[in-house]
């Protein structure tokens, strides 16, 4: 990502599959769309496509990630206003165990190219902007992340995305740690963590692919 981008973009991201050891979501089967109950075959259902969106700015949240105030329980956690704004337009805080996901009526998922002319001259290097829309069209949350045609293939297959917001989702690394550093194990606990704190929400988002 250039620094330009850095400065424009929203909030952080990452684009991935539900078997992904930083998620272990595995493949899920339960799951509720707008028109009911999704009819999937265990046995050929594929990992499904995932977009996650860790807040940049967020109650809490620091050069270390998201700090517990002092003393506090994991029931005193401080209300963030970006999650708790998207719950009243429908989306749904996601439990501590994940087994199922609901459609989010209204919501969409946006995938439009975002061209650096000056890498993709020496890299063949191009990457896509996801906009996170609410029911009326107003830009929740915006990312920058590397194309993916088998990603992108999925969501247009399945006309949907998950989509997961919150504000630790594993892919801040802790503070002075490089992206080497920062292992799978790492993120895969700071999803867990964000669960079981209540700062995660998402569901089955629909897809509109721009590209």
Same mark, same amino acid.
């Given at each position: 990502?250039?620094?330009?981008?850095?400065?424009?973009?929203?909030?952080?991201?990452?684009?991935?599959?539900?078997?992904?050891?930083?998620?272990?979501?595995?493949?899920?089967?339960?799951?509720?769309? @707008?028109?009911? @109950?999704?009819?999937?075959?265990?046995?050929?259902?594929?990992?499904?496509?995932?977009?996650?969106?860790?807040?940049?700015? @967020? %109650?809490?949240?620091?050069?270390?990630?998201?700090? *517990?105030?002092?003393?506090?329980?994991?029931?005193?956690?401080?209300?963030?206003?970006? $999650?708790?704004?998207?719950? *009243?337009?429908?989306?749904?805080?996601?439990?501590?165990?994940?087994?199922? $996901?609901?459609?989010?009526?209204?919501?969409?998922?946006?995938? *439009?190219?975002?061209?650096?002319?000056?890498?993709?001259?020496?890299?063949?290097?191009?990457?896509?902007?996801?906009?996170?829309?609410?029911?009326?069209?107003?830009?929740?949350?915006?990312?920058? %992340?590397?194309?993916?045609?088998?990603?992108?293939?999925?969501?247009?297959?399945?006309?949907?995305?998950?989509?997961?917001?919150?504000?630790?989702?594993?892919?801040?690394?802790?503070?002075?740690?490089?992206?080497?550093?920062?292992? @799978?194990?790492?993120?895969?606990?700071?999803?867990?963590?964000?669960?079981?704190?209540?700062?995660?929400?998402?569901?089955? %988002?629909?897809? %509109?692919?721009?590209?």
């Amino acid at each position: 990502m250039s620094h330009h981008q850095d400065e424009v973009l929203d909030d952080s991201g990452r684009i991935l599959f539900s078997d992904d050891p930083t998620l272990q979501l595995g493949v899920l089967t339960g799951l509720e769309s @707008a028109e009911g @109950a999704v009819a999937l075959d265990p046995a050929q259902m594929r990992p499904l496509p995932i977009a996650l969106f860790e807040f940049r700015h @967020a %109650v809490g949240v620091g050069y270390f990630g998201y700090i *517990l105030p002092k003393g506090a329980s994991p029931d005193d956690v401080p209300e963030e206003p970006q $999650l708790e704004g998207a719950i *009243l337009f429908g989306m749904r805080r996601l439990p501590p165990e994940v087994s199922d $996901l609901y459609s989010i009526p209204g919501w969409e998922l946006h995938e *439009l190219p975002e061209e650096q002319p000056h890498l993709a001259q020496s890299y063949a290097s191009t990457d896509s902007r996801l906009e996170l829309r609410t029911p009326d069209g107003e830009i929740y949350s915006r990312i920058c %992340v590397p194309r993916d045609p088998e990603w992108t293939a999925a969501a247009l297959r399945l006309g949907y995305v998950v989509v997961l917001c919150g504000v630790e989702l594993g892919i801040r690394a802790p503070y002075a740690m490089s992206a080497a550093q920062h292992t @799978a194990g790492m993120s895969y606990e700071a999803f867990r963590r964000g669960l079981a704190l209540g700062l995660t929400i998402g569901g089955l %988002v629909t897809y %509109v692919d721009h590209n």
